[in-house]
């Protein structure tokens, strides 16, 4: 068995994964959305002392299959450092007592796994990582070679939700909460601006979109005594989910017309759970004859199981790292046509 951590951010997540069959045995996720709500978004600080209380809660679960452990996998980047930190740390411990091997995971590499948990892999592929961190399209032709062709020039399809919910009042995070109420609100009533729509640069920007609810947001309640109502909350959210959609398949579009030769496509990352996308991308890869994958939508945000199926094929090529020399990596930005 491989025991996989990740705490890359808000979520403490350990799993067990055997390495022969793929099938995930254990998995347990402890959320701190509760914890952070009040905040509007992730306070470092506060997840890395959360990390400390729950990873050992988690750990004492996994207790079982401690002995049968051939290997120890944890996130190293990218994320914020002070909860890299917390799961690094559990891992050297188990690594260096139990005398087996380290795998070192990169967390947007392990959203690519996610399609593979109890699977075997889909090579070459391309892939649409949407998250709290990032936004990024990506050629994934093997294990070891995954080429970014587009990325964020600066807020992500994630990071975007949770704002506009802010503004709002919604709480966090604030993805799931902008889908449902989307639901009931009109997604023509305010036309906002779909992001780089006459560049031909291939590459995603949200924060003028942002901007731009934050506007229509204020006229609204500078004309209206007692506030937003919930039909202009709705409104809000349709018209704004509505633009991060048409922005998305729009440059989606311009790398399909290229790389015509990859049949296989997916969606990764905690905001591809939101089914309105996942609908949209179904069309388009119905235009271009392109199969959709997605993940199952437990493993969509960070977890532990997507970790340890990339470990799965890191220790198959003894792909380990010395326990003394992990690094880690915080959040930084990765440039277009670069490797992860």
């Known amino acids: ?11 403490s997540s350990i799993a067990v994964t055997n390495i022969k069959t793929k099938r995930l045995l254990f998995h347990r996720k402890i959320s701190q959305e509760l914890e952070h709500s009040s905040f509007g978004g992730v306070v470092p600080e506060l997840a890395s002392r959360l990390h400390l209380i729950h990873l050992p809660q988690l750990l004492k679960e996994a207790i079982p299959y401690l002995n049968t452990l ?21 891992a050297k411990t188990l690594a260096l007592s139990k005398h087996i091997p380290l795998i070192a995971v990169n967390h947007l590499k392990g959203h690519i796994y996610s399609l593979f948990i109890n699977r075997d892999t889909i090579f070459p592929l391309l892939v649409l990582l949407i998250s709290g961190g990032h936004t990024q399209i990506i050629r994934v032709e093997s294990y070891s070679r995954m080429e970014i062709l587009a990325t964020s020039l600066d807020d992500s399809v994630g990071e975007s939700f949770d704002k506009v919910a802010k503004m709002m009042g919604l709480g966090y995070p604030g993805g799931p909460i902008i889908e449902q109420l989307a639901k009931d ?70 790398i399909f017309k290229y790389e015509t030769k990859i049949r296989d496509f997916a969606i990764v990352g905690g905001a ?19 199969r959709l994958h997605t993940a199952e939508l437990e493993y969509c945000s960070d977890n532990a199981g997507m970790v340890g199926r990339y470990a799965i094929d890191a220790f198959n090529r003894k792909d380990f790292i010395d326990p003394y020399k992990i690094d880690i990596v915080s959040n930084r930005k990765i440039e277009t046509n670069s490797w992860l």
């Not at 500078?222 to 409104?235: E, F, N, V």
């Not at 591809?272 to 392109?290: G, M, P, T, V, W």
Request: charged share 25%; hydrophobic share 40%; aromatic share 6%.
């Open 185 to 254: 609100g009109d997604e023509n009533r305010f036309d906002f601006p779909i992001p780089l729509r006459n560049s031909k640069q291939i590459a995603f920007s949200l924060s003028g979109l942002k901007n731009a609810v934050r506007v229509q947001i204020k006229e609204l309640i500078d004309r209206q005594p007692d506030g937003l109502t919930k039909q202009d909350i709705a409104d809000i959210s349709a018209s704004f989910q509505k633009a991060v959609k048409l922005h998305l398949l729009q440059k989606t579009k311009k």
């Open 1 to 11: 068995m491989i025991l996989s951590i990740e705490t890359s951010c808000d979520d």
């Open 70 to 90: 051939r290997a120890v996998a944890v996130t190293n980047r990218p994320g914020l450092s002070v909860t890299l930190l917390e799961g690094i740390a559990m």
């Open 272 to 290: 591809s759970a939101n089914l309105y996308i996942r609908d949209a991308f179904e069309n388009l890869c119905r235009e271009f004859n392109k």
